[in-house]
């Protein structure tokens, strides 16, 4: 059986320049190796995986560790092929954005003020320091949700600690209940916490309209020194 999987995690590693990410325990103990051992079994049965597999740790090579501004968590890649690139939330389709990343970017122009934006490519947020993390980098083609259990959270627990211990200041903005649970391993003495429901529209609550994160999280890192993140990306 090829290990493509396998190889792309051997590339990333090789690559990580800061030696930051990949010296995460979860590169470093054997959990990585068994995801991706997963994954390569799934591709065995020829069941295509997304997104592409150079493109799974684009959310870490975007965005290293030692400029991580902020920290926003999805669940997992957009399971039409085409759609998800490696960023959390990111959309490189051709058809209509997805319900969620519009409500974000929605939010993101009408909290700092400028025109909702044409395209869902969030590339220039993780480029300055948004950190786009999905809970699970990969899933199966049609089937959302496919890859959560393989073990990728982990991965995602040992980052969210690793910027709250690393990191001198950082704003992490948790939408849904399953991202705001990792508030838990945040230093919340040095960091900024900001939770709210999930921006998809099956949230009954309708609590994340309105919750001003974009502009709190900007008014914080001027007040701590950091540069504030230039939100609009056209």
Not at 47 to 76: H, M, S, Y
Not at 154 to 182: H, I, K, Q, T
Request: charged residues 25%; contains cysteine.
């Amino acid at each position: 059986m090829d290990s493509l999987m396998q190889r792309a995690l051997d590339e990333f590693c090789a690559r990580d320049d800061s030696r930051g990410w990949s010296q995460l325990p979860f590169f470093r103990d054997g959990a990585a190796r068994a995801v991706a051992e997963r994954v390569d079994a799934v591709l065995a049965q020829g069941i295509e995986v997304l997104p592409p597999l150079p493109q799974v740790f684009n959310a870490l090579v975007e965005t290293p560790l030692e400029r991580v501004k902020v920290v926003i968590l999805g669940q997992d890649p957009y399971p039409t092929p085409g759609d998800a690139h490696g960023l959390a939330f990111s959309y490189v389709g051709l058809r209509r954005q997805p319900a969620s990343l519009k409500a974000i970017l929605a939010e993101a122009a009408a909290d700092i003020g400028f025109p909702l934006p044409r395209t869902g490519d969030l590339t220039p947020w993780a480029r300055s320091g948004v950190l786009l993390l999905n809970t699970a980098l990969t899933t199966q083609a049609g089937r959302s949700g496919a890859h959560l259990k393989f073990g990728w959270a982990r991965l995602a627990d040992d980052v969210v600690a690793a910027v709250s211990r690393e990191r001198d200041a950082a704003v992490f903005m948790l939408w849904g209940a399953p991202a705001c649970a990792r508030a838990e391993l945040i230093d919340q003495e040095k960091h900024l916490v900001l939770c709210s429901g999930h921006p998809s529209p099956l949230n009954r609550k309708r609590d994340f309209k309105g919750c001003g994160h974009f502009s709190r999280a900007n008014a914080w890192l001027a007040e701590k020194g950091e540069t504030p993140i230039d939100w609009c990306i056209g």
